[in-house]
């Protein structure tokens, strides 16, 4: 198996000034070589990614001995000697479904090989944000809608990716902000705006999507849910933000994180459940000063506070 491979491997290489524990079992995870009894990283994974094939000679010469890179994709893909059912299986039926993966992967189609790029990179971001099995889909299928549309000439396919996966999360109505898919990848927020703002253009409209924008209500639930504050706590929120915008509070060209976080901090206040202006930063991913900006606004068209 290739997890006993690697472990007799690095069983070999490493000196007993660098064992982690009497008998390591390592595994390779999200880039690490990482022994899962002990926690104890090992090293990083190199990966090399194949060559593109252009024409029908690169097919001709890399079909044979072109070597399987990532353990995604295909159903002729088998991990170990196991089946779904845990049964074990032979090692002629393992060589046969390995020789088939490995002629499944000899992509010609653009199509084809920009999924084969972006499924490790998608299944990053539904682990790391907690996407659901349902957005993931929609967002599977916008990004097959920008492919056929051409979007991803001249742009990055980890842009597209990620904004697609963020506008399926804003047409289910989740709070996954902006800043965390931004954090996830490390991309830059300019240019993942630009893609966001074409896939609402182009492709949405196509599909009979169209983004809505968020109101303070819908932050208001997540972060009552991050600070651990009570249900009570958050319905006088929602009705502080309600009182203020009938007194005249204007809530265009304001954030709607910040005044979630303004309104949720007088609520606070009033349930005797403090939390301090730092921890909304941190939750609503806002600066100080706009929150104590949106503070002293609601204030303002409160009667309650002085």
């Known amino acids: 198996m290739i997890v006993n491979d690697i472990n007799n491997f690095f069983f070999e290489e490493q000196t007993e000034s660098h064992y982690c524990c009497e008998h390591p079992h390592i595994y390779s995870n999200k880039g690490y070589n990482v022994c899962i009894k002990c926690g104890y990283i090992y090293s990083v994974v190199l990966d090399v990614s194949p ?28 991990k170990g000697r196991q089946d779904a059912r845990g049964a074990t299986l032979p090692s002629n039926i393992v060589k046969r479904f390995n020789r088939l993966s ?18 490790p990179i998608f299944k990053i971001l539904r682990e790391n944000l907690c996407i659901s099995h349902k957005i993931s889909q929609e967002g ?7 492919i056929l549309k051409k979007l991803a000439i001249g742009r990055s396919r980890i842009y597209l990716i990620a904004a697609s996966l963020y506008c399926a ?3 289910n109505q989740t709070t996954h902000f902006l800043e965390e898919f931004i954090e996830v990848l490390e991309l830059n927020k300019k240019k993942f705006i630009k893609n966001v703002w074409l896939i609402n253009k ?9 983004l809505e924008h968020y109101t ?19 319905t006088i929120a929602k009705e502080i933000f309600k009182n203020a915008r009938g007194k005249g509070f204007i809530t265009s060209g304001k954030e709607p994180k910040g005044v979630a976080a303004g309104a949720l901090y007088l609520a606070s206040k009033i349930c005797k459940e403090r939390r301090t202006i730092k921890q909304l ?16 606004e609601l204030k303002n068209c409160m009667t309650i506070f002085p």
């Open 140 to 146: 599977l299928d916008i990004y097959k809608k920008s």
């Open 102 to 119: 490995k002629i499944q992967r000899s992509f010609t189609d653009p199509f084809e090989y920009n999924f084969w790029y972006i499924f």
């Open 202 to 210: 182009e492709v949405l409209p196509e599909l009979g999507y169209k």
């Open 281 to 296: 930063c941190e939750v609503s991913k806002k600066n100080h000063i706009t929150i104590t900006r949106r503070i002293r």
């Open 216 to 234: 303070p209500d819908k932050y208001i639930d997540r972060f009552q849910s991050d600070l651990k504050l009570s249900i009570k706590c958050g």
């Open 169 to 171: 999360a804003r047409l």
């Open 51 to 78: 060559r593109r094939m252009y024409d029908k000679e690169d097919i001709k010469e890399r079909k044979i001995n072109e070597p399987v890179f990532y353990n995604i994709g295909y159903r002729t893909t088998v």
